[in-house]
Structures are given as structure tokens and as C-alpha cells.
């Protein structure tokens, strides 16, 4: 991909692994519910997903990487 003269857009579970992979990429974060039924949490709240969005695409606003 680093080689690619495509644009790519990657999900992935924010971790230290993924961002060193891909430290030469554009690299933003994303939080979010889950909304699946069994991804409830004691007391019923829904855990939050934490990911991050990789990309060679540089977005000036990052309000445009909103998935809601």
C-alpha cells in the first residue's frame, strides 16, 4: 500500500502494533457504539469501539471521517 497510487482507506482496532505498521500513513481515530445486541456491557451500556482509520488520503477536516 505504500507503494500504491490508489487511494486506500483501512479500518482497524487502534493498537500500537497497527499505528507502528503504518506510522507512514495517515492515521486518525474513530470511537463509536457498538450496535450489535450482544455487545452490551453490566448495567446495559454499550461498549465503545476504538478504532482507527488509515489512510494515504490526507482530510483537511476530519469531521468528514464521521460515520453518524
Given at each position: 500500500?505504500?507503494?500504491?497510487?490508489?487511494?486506500?482507506?483501512?479500518?482497524?482496532?487502534d493498537?500500537?502494533?497497527?499505528?507502528?505498521?503504518y506510522?507512514?500513513a495517515?492515521?486518525?481515530k474513530?470511537?463509536?457504539?457498538?450496535?450489535?445486541?450482544?455487545?452490551?456491557?453490566?448495567?446495559?451500556?454499550?461498549?465503545?469501539?476504538?478504532?482507527?482509520?488509515i489512510s494515504?488520503?490526507?482530510?483537511?477536516?476530519?469531521?468528514?471521517?464521521?460515520?453518524?
Open positions: 500500500l505504500k507503494k500504491t497510487k490508489y487511494d486506500f482507506l483501512l479500518s482497524y482496532e493498537c500500537d502494533e497497527i499505528r507502528e505498521l506510522k507512514w495517515h492515521i486518525y474513530l470511537s463509536f457504539p457498538y450496535r450489535v445486541g450482544d455487545s452490551s456491557t453490566a448495567g446495559n451500556k454499550r461498549e465503545t469501539g476504538k478504532e482507527v482509520i494515504n488520503i490526507l482530510f483537511a477536516d476530519k469531521g468528514q471521517l464521521k460515520i453518524f
